[in-house]
């Protein structure tokens, strides 16, 4: 059961995944925490009514917690997004917080380790004017 990598299952509202084993492995390598593996729902109506206007998607504590995420991201964010957002689960699971930064920083090295350069760039970049608005509001 451990070795099986993704299950697609289809719901009346939505497509739910088990998330990526490899996804979920190396946000817990990158975060340096671990937490059980957590289905991932891709469904664009509940994002709409559970996540921050404007999300590509959330991580939900309720009901034991869930992922959410948006079902027309651009293919090469996809996987980066999913990744965020179980970083943000790992990171709530073992502390009850999420610090967006720690997860902007985690999805950048997530990009850089698979050489999506342009991109990680992109990231490191936002991960800097976040640091930089979260500081202007101390």
Request: charged share 20%.
């Amino acid at each position: 059961m451990k070795h099986l990598m993704t299950i697609l299952l289809l719901t009346t509202s939505g497509f739910v995944f088990s998330n990526d084993v490899s996804i979920h492995k190396e946000a817990e390598a990158i975060i340096g925490d671990t937490a059980l593996e957590i289905g991932v729902t891709f469904d664009n109506n509940l994002v709409t009514l559970n996540c921050p206007s404007g999300a590509a998607g959330c991580f939900r504590s309720a009901n034991g917690g869930e992922i959410l995420q948006r079902t027309d991201l651009p293919m090469s964010y996809n996987d980066v997004v999913t990744f965020g957002l179980i970083s943000d689960y790992i990171q709530y699971t073992n502390t009850r917080t999420i610090d967006p930064v720690r997860t902007c920083e985690a999805q950048t090295q997530f990009l850089t380790k698979q050489k999506r350069l342009v991109v990680a760039e992109k990231y490191h970049r936002y991960c800097d004017n976040l640091k930089d608005n979260l500081l202007a509001l101390r």
